[in-house]
T-cell receptor, first 110, second 113 residues
């Protein structure tokens, strides 16, 4: 069974600093890896999708890398802003199902 | 497209009552997923459909839960009878292909008293 881990569960950073969020998974047989953002009481918004054949994806201030062999992904958010405060979830697709980590709860302090 | 639509957004019911959650996927998406999110367990896949056919229901917690997809634009998740431990946020998601990104609805927050 695929296990997805995100550590730490919560972190705070001052505005302007770069954010680095880590995700690890146990089974490297994946189709893709997806990073989501979830605001309190809201649904999930897809941020980036990395196919298993790719090493990274970029969108604006966001960059996600994937190292399938070591079972790791990292989400970088450059020059963090208070609006980046949210929970970020990592999910891997494999064996017909999406397995989620429990998320990194991020607070960006103005 | 309006995105994935779920109703109701909030549901409060008493233990033993039947609860029906509804989902309309994005048009053209062949896959539909039902998830449950709790503080303790995070997001868990309950069941998913491909072309209206249930493919994997191994995440459905017990026989009190059932899901249907009578057509490409509508799915229901039913809990009967409901119990307090069913209280959670239930999400519906859809995608064109299982290798593509999934799009989530806003969720239904269920409270069973």
């Amino acid at each position: 069974k695929q296990e997805v881990t995100q550590i730490p569960a919560a972190l705070s950073v001052p505005e302007g600093e770069n954010l680095v969020l880590n995700c690890s998974f146990t089974d490297s047989a994946i189709y893709n890896l997806q990073w989501f953002r979830q605001d309190p009481g809201k649904g999930l918004t897809s941020l980036l999708l990395i196919q298993s054949s790719q090493r990274e994806q970029t969108s604006g201030r966001l960059n996600a890398s994937l190292d399938k062999s070591s079972g790791r992904s990292t989400l970088y958010i450059a020059a963090s802003q208070p609006g980046d405060s949210a929970t970020y979830l990592c999910a891997v697709t494999g064996n017909n199902r999406l397995a989620f980590g429990k998320g990194n709860q991020v607070v960006v302090i103005p | 497209d309006a995105g994935v639509i779920q109703s109701p957004r909030h549901e409060v019911t008493e233990m033993g009552q039947e609860v029906t959650l509804r989902c309309k996927p994005i048009s053209g998406h062949d896959y539909l997923f039902w998830y449950r999110q709790t503080m303790m367990r995070g997001l868990e896949l309950l069941i998913y459909f491909n072309n209206n056919v249930p493919i994997d229901d191994s995440g459905m917690p017990e026989d009190r839960f059932s899901a249907k997809m009578p057509n490409a634009s509508f799915s229901t998740l039913k809990i009967q009878p409901s119990e307090p431990r069913d209280s959670a946020v239930y999400f519906c998601a859809s995608t064109e292909d299982r290798a593509y990104e999934q799009f989530f609805g806003p969720g239904t927050r269920l409270t069973v008293l």
